[in-house]
């Protein structure tokens, strides 16, 4: 059972460069999530998805896009890199959006710097 | 708009001592509140769930107590290791919040042997 697979782990961007974040959960979750965390900071919530084919904004969502078009997989698109998205992004996934005991599941991060 | 806020300054304690930590809220009343658990370079690790209508929870050496009238959550490790050093983050939410989850900025401890 491998959880929440993020990758991946670290890339590098120039100014202007596009790319994509995969991200892939086993646990068959309908909720999935992306968080940015900058250095010092808390998570801000990017984008989310409480199902296949339904997804909506969060706190930062400018300069991202996200599909979903399985229940499985949620990637998130960077449009034209930008050096204040330098960020480590995570993403994460949930059964529900009622909070259960077993609270959200996180990936292991992938780091980006745009340069 | 809504505003969490949990201790800016790190934590420092000695091992074996209870450390304490805060998470206070504004402008908004949750139904729960999560904490969880993030090590350096890693994602954030679920710890415990409190209800509002549940004042306190236990889980080994954690306890947690939600007070919705000084809308303020606590976050208690009794008998603190090394090991329990990390960042602690809490996250607030409403019951139609829809899964989106806000977290607040965290508080690093460091437990000294």
């Known amino acids: 059972n491998a959880g929440v697979t993020q990758t991946p782990k670290f890339r590098i961007l120039k100014i202007g460069q596009s790319m994509t974040l995969q991200c892939t959960q086993d646990?068959?979750?309908?909720?999935m999530y992306w968080y940015r965390q900058d250095p010092g900071m808390g998570l801000k919530l990017i984008y989310y998805s409480v199902g296949a084919g339904i997804t909506d904004k969060g706190e930062v969502p400018n300069g991202y896009n996200v599909s979903r078009s399985t229940t499985e997989d949620f990637p998130l698109r960077l449009e034209l890199a930008a050096p204040s998205q330098t960020s480590v992004y995570f993403c994460?996934?949930?059964?529900?959006?009622?909070?259960?005991?077993?609270?959200?599941?996180f990936g292991s991060g992938t780091r980006l710097t745009v340069v | 708009s809504q505003k969490i806020e949990q201790n800016s300054e790190a934590l420092n304690i000695q091992e074996g001592k209870t450390a304490t930590l805060t998470c206070n809220y504004t402008?908004?009343?949750?139904?729960?509140l999560q904490w969880y658990r993030q090590d350096p370079g890693r994602g954030p690790v679920f710890l415990l769930l409190?209800?509002?209508?549940?004042k306190e929870k236990r889980k080994e050496r954690l306890k947690v107590t939600f007070d919705t009238t000084l809308k303020q959550s606590l976050f208690h490790i009794t008998a603190s290791q090394p090991a329990d050093s990390a960042t602690y983050l809490c996250?607030?939410?409403?019951?139609?919040?829809?899964?989106?989850?806000?977290f607040g900025q965290g508080t690093e401890l460091s437990v000294k042997p």
């Open positions: 409190i209800r509002e209508n549940e």
């Open positions: 402008n908004y009343s949750p139904a729960y």
């Open positions: 646990m068959n979750h309908n909720y």
């Open positions: 994460a996934s949930s059964y529900s959006g009622t909070p259960t005991n077993y609270g959200y599941t």
């Open positions: 996250a607030p939410q409403r019951d139609n919040q829809g899964g989106k989850l806000i």
